[in-house]
């Protein structure tokens, strides 16, 4: 997987550990059962991904190469949550309600409903087509989806009563349980550098008492069992020297992360949260707020000035270290990225080269990044750099941008910065490179629907049929995907006729090379179908022949697409009816109407009808 450390096979051995992980006993017993069975339900799509052969290898893993860095999006999700799933499985099913507070049984609740919301929007945007999913195994993903999904919807009240219940019960404690010790003594900094032994230890804030890590630990992708052992000595030789504890005030605490906050901000629910923990949150694409589970009105982050100062204060009076690492970090990188974006106006063709190299490999690194150099000013300098006689400028300005619009507010800016004129610009007339990742820049911002209809009118899509017709293997994956996407819009799929789309897409499913593009091309026809105009250039163009032989020969989700256009061309047409049975088209309607998807089913159903109908009218 481009872009992702943790490959199929790892993640199929993931999930082989969760799957011997005991739930059956403990307090959480149905929750670890439940998310349990769902992340063995995901065993076949893994190994699909595993055995495909479009599974990005090392060398197309830059985002300059493709749409990769999107689409690694949904693997990344799916890596943290099933690795959080594992952590927070041997947790739960060691928890004790009797030792516990409810407030760490709460914790744990959270968690849960944490890595069930990451799962389910990890497989939300898993892109089927471009790993060959079977059908059986996309009905599995589907059912874990919606397991998920209900599961999402009973965290709160549901459980709400069960640790009540839970809680009053005695319980035995197991002394044997490792995994709960270990748990127990995770201090709140848990994301910060260890120090060696011949460091100097700074004496951490101090905690509440807690059976459960934090959710910041469960949902880190850096968490390990070497780094765990670290914290937990470390953390047992600070506990030796104290004999007390002070309790942080509640309000100093993040909900999230449990952690006292560095840089609290206000949402718009008036919740107060650290900055850098609500806007992960909210990057993953939650739309409700993580405490009061309202629907936040807007994304805007208020720093809570008066709160850090009381934090602040507190600090101070107890002789605790201030946490100010997160704010002088970020400080300072946005004080380098803001030198950085200077450099890009400057008179120095290598300096402007070099700043852009920079920007380019911090876009593609997280989504902090992404934020950071949006609110630097980046975006209106990048965009004028899209027009540069420069290549290498130009080639690095369109990745720059294409890696900023994957953070979805980045998109709005883009689009006010009057971008798509110059990304056209370049996908007409710029390298092989950046062709490729203006059409992929070009599919990101398409993703909101008032998008498509700018971009659609802005003579984008005949510079995109052109790539999908005269372009490298990669370009012409970017510029179908893109021009799919633009294609839902319905007056964008009669400027892609016109643009002549349909017979390089008809010339494409008769492909048989490495680089076969079948499913693409019948995926952007299907959409395409229903338009009066494409019906007749589908006809001209004469695809109704390969369509039926693709009917008996091809892959499931292929032969239901063909039979969706050979239905949209012959519904209300007889004499295109009378062709199709003409051509052979009955024995493979009837053999896909046995074993085809549910989809492709109907759609042959529905056409054996037309032509049963069609022939007694002619007798």
Request: charged share 25%; glycine share 4%; net charge positive.
């Amino acid at each position: 997987m481009a872009g992702v450390a943790v490959s199929p096979a790892s993640l199929l051995d993931v999930i082989a550990e969760i799957a011997e992980i005991s739930a059956n006993t403990g307090v959480f017993k149905k929750d670890c059962a439940d998310l349990a069975r769902r992340v063995c339900l995901l065993t076949h799509l893994v190994e699909e991904i595993r055995d495909s052969p479009q599974t990005p290898t090392e060398e197309e893993s830059d985002a300059s190469s493709s749409l990769v860095s999107c689409e690694c999006d949904w693997w990344s999700d799916l890596v943290v949550g099933l690795q959080a799933a594992k952590r927070l499985l041997s947790a739960a099913t060691c928890f004790q309600a009797r030792e516990s507070s409810e407030g760490a049984a709460k914790r744990i609740s959270f968690q849960f409903q944490c890595v069930t919301w990451k799962l389910e929007k990890a497989l939300g945007n898993l892109p089927y087509d471009r790993y060959d999913i079977s059908d059986e195994v996309r009905e599995h993903v589907e059912l874990a989806r919606l397991q998920l999904r209900r599961a999402m919807q009973r965290y709160g009240s549901l459980n709400s009563k069960k640790f009540s219940t839970a809680l009053a019960e005695p319980m035995e404690k197991d002394s044997s349980s490792k995994v709960t010790e270990k748990l127990e003594c995770i201090p709140e900094t848990i994301h910060s550098n260890i120090p060696s032994s011949d460091e100097k230890k700074l004496e951490s804030p101090p905690r509440r008492k807690s059976s459960s890590a934090s959710l910041a630990f469960f949902l880190s992708k850096d968490a390990d069992i070497e780094r765990l052992e670290k914290v937990i000595t470390k953390t047992n030789d600070d506990n030796s020297k104290k004999s007390d504890n002070l309790t942080i005030p509640e309000d100093f605490l993040c909900p999230i992360s449990l952690e006292l906050m560095k840089d609290p901000v206000i949402v718009s629910t008036g919740q107060t949260y650290e900055r850098s923990y609500i806007q992960r949150w909210i990057d993953c694409g939650n739309l409700r707020c993580p405490k009061t589970q309202q629907k936040l009105g807007n994304f805007a982050l208020t720093p809570n000035y008066v709160l850090r100062s009381l934090i602040s204060q507190w600090c101070t009076k107890h002789n605790i270290e201030q946490p100010g690492g997160y704010t002088k970090n970020c400080e300072g990188e946005v004080s380098a990225i803001r030198a950085l974006v200077r450099k890009l106006s400057t008179r120095s063709l290598q300096d402007r080269r070099t700043a852009l190299s920079e920007i380019r490999s911090l876009s593609k690194r997280s989504s902090d990044n992404r934020i950071l150099i949006a609110e630097a000013g980046a975006i209106p300098v990048l965009v004028k750099l899209l027009t540069s006689e420069d290549v290498e400028t130009q080639e690095k300005a369109v990745t720059c941008v294409l890696n900023l619009s994957i953070y979805e507010s980045n998109k709005e800016l883009i689009m006010l910065a009057g971008a798509v004129t110059s990304i056209v610009q370049v996908l007409r007339a710029g390298t092989e490179e950046a062709k490729e990742n203006a059409a992929a820049t070009l599919f990101s911002l398409s993703m909101a629907d008032e998008n498509k209809i700018i971009i659609g009118a802005s003579g984008a899509i005949p510079a995109l049929v052109n790539l999908l017709e005269n372009g490298s293997v990669r370009g012409k994956k970017d510029a179908a995907t893109a021009l799919f996407n633009l294609c839902i819009y319905e007056g964008n799929k009669g400027r892609a006729v016109r643009a002549g789309v349909v017979n390089p897409l008809v010339k494409m499913l008769s492909d048989t090379s490495s680089h076969r593009m079948v499913t693409e091309a019948l995926t952007i026809l299907s959409v395409l179908a229903g338009n009066k105009d494409a019906k007749t250039a589908i006809l001209r163009a004469n695809a109704v022949p390969t369509l039926i032989a693709l009917l008996q020969k091809d892959q499931p989700r292929n032969r239901e697409n063909a039979a969706a256009i050979l239905f949209a061309i012959c519904k209300r047409d007889k004499e295109k009816l009378i062709l199709i049975g003409k051509l052979g088209a009955v024995v493979p309607l009837m053999e896909l109407s046995r074993d085809g998807t549910e989809r492709a089913k109907r759609k042959a159903n529905s056409l054996l009808e037309l032509l049963r109908n069609s022939s007694q009218k002619l007798c």
